[in-house]
């Protein structure tokens, strides 16, 4: 790969045939900071987060006040109104990718909005998926990590996904209340905020950190909820729906990785955060992260050492991490180390034929063939990054499938031969360009270039 190959399509998205070819290819990427919006006019066109928590509020509110013979059709209203505001979300996240003049920092969204996975298999999530991207990641990708963290936690996507908002303190006044009335009753902590802020979104799992130190941290996250839960109000449009809840908070101090936390109410849970935000085992695990989406599934380790160099000496300033790494010779090497995720191939697929934006439902459909549905992964830890889960033969036969399909959508119009050296700017090898030159028809060439090693690896 070139240098402007590596920055269009390992940086990037890919590229698209009416790119210039970018001259100076790290003054190029850089340059993008400032190009960057965070909402761009396909996010613009989608309710933000209240608005969104609002009518999912009252929807279930719908649900649960209705006459037992009408209770199954509310379900199914509620579930239809969240499905179309997830196949909204998921248009709104293409187009952005299509279109988007800042594809570096467009990819970095998709990275960290898999780093903080939420998952739509829950159905509260359904409709919160897309407003959580809008607006917990885009806003804070050229931010500090420690902003970016408390927004991912505080979304009520993430709160509701981990189960946060049902938390109780055992010893906090509502549990007190509720043994008092109704012994038979146990509504009780759970740590699976906690667990996954550690494990995957801070520290990681070979930091040392122990199950007290989980617990813990639970308890001290304990009151963290979401407004309108439980039949109360939800907040009016323009506000957080997030909400602290004293009565479910766990008093008393706690102890995680051997530093005490006496700070009282919400306080405490934010003190541990910004601990955590700022420790060194988490600039390891954010720049081991960070390498091996850009530069290669067994990150170079002198790389993630410069990275969480970056990383620490800026506080988490974001920005610098990435400047660091476009500046770092390791994410220029020419063999292209990595494999295109299904969303990367779908996503440079559809931008080399000059497409700016794809019906929702088609793209949903087309993720969903492919093996990585927008916004559901099977766990917390989100999609894997790494070419043994993508690139299963079965999975490339999808994938050609998919390539003939998109082929014969554009039809005469798009020449691959022409179209090659201007995606894969001088990158193209000769087996490749033999191949596509040779094809029978003009959407076999199209198709044969979507598939072909270059074009499936970045």
């Known amino acids: 790969m070139t240098p402007a190959a590596i920055a269009l399509n390992r940086f990037g998205l890919g590229a698209r045939p009416d790119?210039?070819?970018?001259?100076?290819?790290?003054?190029?990427?850089?340059?993008?900071?400032?190009?960057?919006?965070?909402?761009?006019?396909?996010?613009?066109?989608?309710?933000?987060?209240?608005?969104?928590?609002?009518?999912?509020?009252?929807?279930?509110?719908?649900?649960?006040?209705?006459?037992?013979?009408?209770?199954?059709?509310?379900?199914?209203?509620?579930?239809?109104?969240?499905?179309?505001?997830?196949?909204?979300?998921?248009?709104a996240r293409a187009a952005s990718a299509l279109a988007t003049p800042a594809p570096f920092v467009e990819r970095l969204v998709h990275f960290w909005a898999n780093h903080f996975a939420v998952s739509v298999d829950k159905v509260a999530v359904l409709g919160l998926a897309g407003a959580f991207e809008a607006d917990a990641i885009r806003p804070n990708v050229l931010g500090r990590f420690e902003d970016l963290l408390l927004a991912g936690v505080r979304h009520p996507a993430m709160l509701l996904y981990l189960d946060q908002a049902a938390s109780i303190g055992p010893q906090s006044p509502q549990a007190l209340r509720v043994a008092e009335r109704q012994p038979a009753r146990r509504r009780g902590l759970n740590e699976n905020l906690a667990r996954e802020i550690m494990e995957l979104h801070t520290v990681g799992v070979r930091s040392g950190y122990t199950q007290a130190d989980v617990t813990e941290f639970a308890r001290a996250l304990t009151g963290w909820s979401v407004a309108g839960l439980g039949g109360a109000e939800a907040h009016a449009d323009g506000e957080t729906p997030f909400q602290f809840r004293p009565m479910l908070?766990?008093?008393?101090?706690?102890?995680?990785?051997?530093?005490?936390?006496?700070?009282?109410?919400?306080?405490?849970?934010?003190?541990?955060?910004?601990?955590?935000?700022?420790?060194?085992?988490?600039?390891?695990?954010?720049?081991?992260?960070?390498?091996?989406?850009?530069?290669?599934?067994?990150?170079?380790?002198?790389?993630?050492?410069?990275?969480?160099?970056?990383?620490?000496?800026?506080?988490?300033?974001?920005?610098?991490?990435?400047?660091?790494?476009?500046?770092?010779?390791?994410?220029?090497?020419?063999?292209p180390a990595k494999f295109k995720s299904p969303w990367e191939w779908s996503v440079?697929?559809?931008?080399?034929?000059?497409?700016?934006?794809?019906?929702?439902?088609?793209?949903?459909?087309?993720?969903?063939?492919?093996?990585?549905?927008?916004?559901?992964?099977?766990?917390?830890?989100?999609?894997?990054?790494?070419?043994?889960?993508?690139?299963?033969?079965?999975?490339?036969?999808?994938?050609?499938?998919?390539?003939?399909?998109?082929?014969?959508?554009?039809?005469?119009?798009?020449?691959?031969?022409?179209?090659?050296?201007?995606?894969?700017?001088?990158?193209?090898?000769?087996?490749?360009?033999?191949?596509?030159?040779?094809?029978?028809?003009?959407?076999?060439a199209l198709a044969l270039l979507l598939v072909s090693p270059e074009f499936l690896r970045r």
């Open 249 to 335: 908070h766990e008093p008393g101090a706690r102890t995680v990785l051997g530093r005490s936390y006496g700070e009282p109410g919400e306080q405490q849970a934010r003190a541990i955060l910004h601990a955590l935000a700022t420790a060194p085992a988490t600039a390891q695990h954010i720049a081991a992260k960070l390498a091996r989406h850009f530069v290669a599934d067994e990150p170079p380790p002198p790389l993630v050492e410069k990275l969480a160099a970056a990383f620490t000496r800026s506080g988490g300033d974001l920005p610098t991490v990435y400047r660091t790494l476009v500046d770092a010779p390791e994410a220029w090497q020419p063999q």
């Open 19 to 91: 790119d210039a070819v970018p001259g100076d290819a790290k003054s190029w990427l850089l340059a993008q900071f400032k190009r960057y919006e965070p909402l761009p006019a396909p996010w613009q066109a989608q309710p933000r987060t209240p608005v969104v928590w609002n009518a999912l509020v009252a929807q279930q509110r719908e649900v649960r006040t209705a006459a037992a013979s009408e209770k199954q059709a509310a379900q199914q209203a509620f579930r239809r109104e969240s499905r179309d505001d997830y196949l909204a979300a998921v248009g």
């Open 348 to 444: 440079s697929s559809l931008r080399a034929l000059g497409r700016h934006d794809v019906p929702a439902l088609q793209a949903a459909n087309l993720l969903n063939q492919l093996g990585q549905p927008v916004w559901k992964p099977g766990s917390p830890a989100g999609y894997d990054d790494i070419a043994a889960t993508w690139a299963a033969p079965d999975a490339l036969v999808r994938r050609v499938e998919v390539a003939q399909r998109l082929a014969a959508q554009a039809g005469d119009a798009v020449d691959a031969r022409s179209l090659a050296p201007r995606i894969l700017p001088g990158s193209l090898t000769q087996a490749t360009a033999t191949a596509v030159a040779r094809s029978e028809s003009p959407a076999g």
